[in-house]
């Protein structure tokens, strides 16, 4: 998973993403990284990225995030759809799936 991200870069993208906005001290966040991880390893042509809130709060602050984990999945720039706490590998990808 990717953590040089900038929202330019994000915006100017094409193709699917996977944005998991996340802070070090969230035990949820912990337990949905080896999740993604695994989904990353499902897909070619999707890019995942991680991004600490903490460290990047202009994130936080362009797509709302009040709450994490927040995974937004980002088609061609734009936000399609969003999930937020942890959820175990099987519904991730049927989340990623809808969209790719």
């Known amino acids: 998973m990717k953590t040089n991200l900038t929202l330019n870069e994000l915006k100017n993208r094409t193709g699917v993403s996977v944005v998991d906005m996340?802070?070090?001290w969230c035990g949820p966040c912990r337990?949905?990284?080896p999740v993604l991880e695994k989904l990353e390893g499902e897909y070619?042509?999707?890019e995942f990225y991680?991004?600490?809130v903490d460290?990047?709060?202009e994130f936080a602050e362009e797509f709302g995030v009040s709450s994490i984990p927040c995974v937004i999945l980002v088609k061609d720039g734009k936000e399609v759809?969003?999930?937020v706490g942890f959820k175990p590998f099987d519904q991730m990808k049927n989340f990623v799936d809808q969209y790719k």
Do not use: E, H, Q, W
């Open 44 to 46: 070619n042509d999707v």
């Open 31 to 33: 337990m949905l990284k």
């Open 55 to 57: 460290d990047n709060p």
């Open 50 to 52: 991680g991004v600490d």
């Open 81 to 83: 759809a969003r999930s």
């Open 22 to 24: 996340n802070a070090t």
